[in-house]
């Protein structure tokens, strides 16, 4: 065998539990101590996605891109972070996971595997536009 293979192969064998660990969900605590107090913003393939305040009591304030905000909150259902919103009574799960030093989130039960990135975070509310602003 090469002295390169070798190398690459052991280094593989290496950080195979890292990058495992690296992916594995966070619990409602962890999640809760990382995102209570920030606004965050995700995006999809680059592109902005929405902005979600992580406020106390597991509430939350979330706005897609240009969209009023909606309120809500969540809680932990069979190991995913799912999310109860005043306009839409179904719950919206996710894996979330830390990924250099941001959250990653994986919606749960879509083939197509949709995925957001963390991109900003700040300790700002959330601005939200309310309907009928500048009628």
């Known amino acids: 065998m090469p002295p390169l293979f070798r190398h690459t192969a052991l280094l593989a064998l ?3 539990p890292i990058t495992a660990w690296a992916q594995s969900p966070m619990t409602a605590a962890e999640f809760e101590a990382y995102a209570t107090g ?7 393939d680059g592109a902005i996605f929405g902005t979600e305040q992580y406020l106390p009591n597991r509430r939350v304030r979330w706005a897609f891109t240009a969209q009023e905000c909606q309120e809500g909150h969540w809680y932990e259902a ?6 109860v919103y005043e306009s839409e009574a179904d719950p919206q799960c996710w894996a ?3 990924e250099g030093g941001r959250l990653r989130a ?8 949709t995925e957001l990135a963390e991109v900003e ?11 009928d602003v500048g009628v």
């Open 14 to 16: 290496i950080l195979s």
């Open 38 to 44: 920030k606004t965050l913003t995700y995006a999809q």
């Open 78 to 83: 069979d190991g995913q972070i799912c999310f």
């Open 96 to 98: 979330f996971w830390q």
């Open 106 to 113: 994986r919606f749960a039960g879509d083939p197509e595997g």
């Open 121 to 131: 975070q700040s300790r700002a509310p959330l601005a939200c536009a309310g309907p």
